[in-house]
């Protein structure tokens, strides 16, 4: 009990509490500001802004910018594309929002002093693909950080939030947040008018491809622990698509991108025999997707899908042809700082394994699955729409705002709008910050509540881990294996094997089915209770169990939405070989969950979607 008592309890009240300081919650705290001129913004980030988020090592493209000044594109393209590489289903009411605001927030990057690359010819920003400009990003999350920084009241880093606190009359009203501080292990309160969920999709809930001490090394980052997701899920909020999982089409073993290889160094790829292989698969495709294999461009999966067919076939492994564009100097430079500018280990990879691409094409390979929301894949909460496009159906009160009064989202926490992006992400924040703040205008005198008597029982379960690791040692002599406690490594390895052979990752080519999935969801089940004899060394450790807290609630969410699901939406992110066709019929539809965290049930529901531009 002594180690409850000593433990110090900060208390900090805000208008706007944005939670995670990545892209998304660097434009909430932003424009909160803007908007908010003499509100409290506060920011809070379980690392530091300054290079926290999946943009932390720096990118070499903005993927989202309509380029609406030169009329390259209109946001309505962009809907376009977003539908068509979604196999049909995305909220286009909030995809066209952040592409109508997209622009202006590029805009403000380079004001900030982020280098964009300019096309000498024309004077216009380089295009790497249609929707992609290229820049010289390794700082591009300082910059973006640095605007954040000077707009919030605070920024509290290094506090990792667990839980959301609902208001104590009202039962569908957030109130604030807990967590603790990662360093010195403070606990934390909260109390806001209205709360921003900004914190990042999810990796390793899937078993990675890379094990053991390279396990660290997957495409997304690892410390994405899907806590965008277990935040609202616990409150209640409604989630949508969360079966809608991303593999990616990678470099092997450094996951490097490829956007730049293949669209602005026009490289290719080939089987293992020199053989171009994706048109031999485009029958096949058809018969599963009908016309969406002949659309352009091919959706993201398919091209998945097509690389996937071709190695079980065995004619693998597929390559990227990057003999032929490496010879031109220009290219090949390019080729390389695409890599030193964000994902240096893909370099240091190809130095150990003595690849030069100039003379040697490397292998490419498909990533576990991850869940995003703001990337080629669209997994989040259910959110109400602008007020001026959404219809009526998506709309229940403020913009961004989740089924929780008070409760808002942007960035991969929101679902539905895929392909938005680090620019897009942050044009979200700006736009669920507007709409935070006139809702805390709206509320007037109203003060939320939050109860005493939560946050305190709270404190105890939060710290818990560390009581359990404390007491359980000492029937131990050596190891880490305890009759009394579970390490959250070992958790998150059963964790990622359960969603590995149950839920359809690497080990099964991404194939499951209904008994695979009700299989998978009772030991997900069994999980769950023993993470309560989670144990945990320090404080580094208790971050851990909480992170692992937050991905099996996800993977839970994961599981649900698939077997809810009964079709084959997306060949090349994931299978039910029962269901093995897309179905129109059936499921040209958005899935819905609510969680009870109460009686740990999950209510599943369709949703309609509604086709706004032609
Ligand atoms: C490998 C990779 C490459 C990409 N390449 C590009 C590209 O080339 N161009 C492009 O435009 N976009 C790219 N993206 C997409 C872009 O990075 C994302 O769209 C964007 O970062 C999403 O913003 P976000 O704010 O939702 O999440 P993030 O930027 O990931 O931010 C989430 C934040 O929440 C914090 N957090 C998480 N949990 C908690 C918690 N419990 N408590 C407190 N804080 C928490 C995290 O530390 C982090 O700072 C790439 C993404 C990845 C993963």
Known sequence: MGLFTRRKTVFVDSDILVIGGGMAGCGATYESRYWGRDLKIVCVEKANIERSGAVAQGLYAINCYMGMQWNENQPEDHVRYARNDLMGLVREDLGYDIARHVDATVHKFEEWGLPIMRDPKTGRYQREGKWQIMIHGESYKPIVAEAARKAATKVYNRIMVTHLLMDKTKPNRVAGAVGFNVRNGDFYVFRSKAIIVSAGGASHIFKPRAVGEGMGRTWYAPWSSASAYALPILAGAKMMQMENRIVLTRFKDGYGPVGAYFLHLKTYTENGYGEEYESKWHDHTKELVGDYVDRHPVPTCLRNHALLEEVKAGRGPIRMVTKEAFQDSHKET????????????????????????????????????????????????????????APSEYQWGYNRMMTVDGLFGAGDAIGGTAHKFSSGSFTEGRIAAKAAVNFVNDLGNEQPQVSEREYEDLKKVIFQPLENYKVGRNEIVAGTVSPSYILP????????????????????????????????????????????????????????????????????????????????????????????KLDDTDWHCFTLSRYDSESGKWEMEKAPVYHIID
């Open 334 to 389: 390019v080729g390389w700082e695409n890599f030193l500018g964000m994902t240096i280990g893909q370099a240091v990879v190809w130095a150990s394994q003595n690849i030069d691409p100039k003379h040697t094409n490397p292998e490419l390979t498909t990533s576990e699955p991850y869940v995003m929301g703001s990337h080629a894949t669209c997994s989040g909460a259910w959110a109400s729409g602008p007020a001026d496009y």
């Open 489 to 580: 490594i070992n958790g998150l390895q059963r964790l990622e094997k359960i969603m590995d052979e149950y839920v359809g990752g690497i080990g099964s080519y991404y194939t499951t089915n209904e008994p695979l999935l009700t299989r998978g969801i009772e030991l997900l089940s069994m999980l769950k209770e023993d993470l309560a004899h989670l144990g945990a060394e320090d404080l580094h450790q208790l971050q851990r169990a909480w992170e692992l807290h937050h991905r099996v609630l996800t993977s839970e969410a994961v599981a649900q939405h698939t077997l809810f699901r009964t079709e084959t939406r997306w060949p090349g992110y994931y299978y039910r070989a029962d269901h093995p």
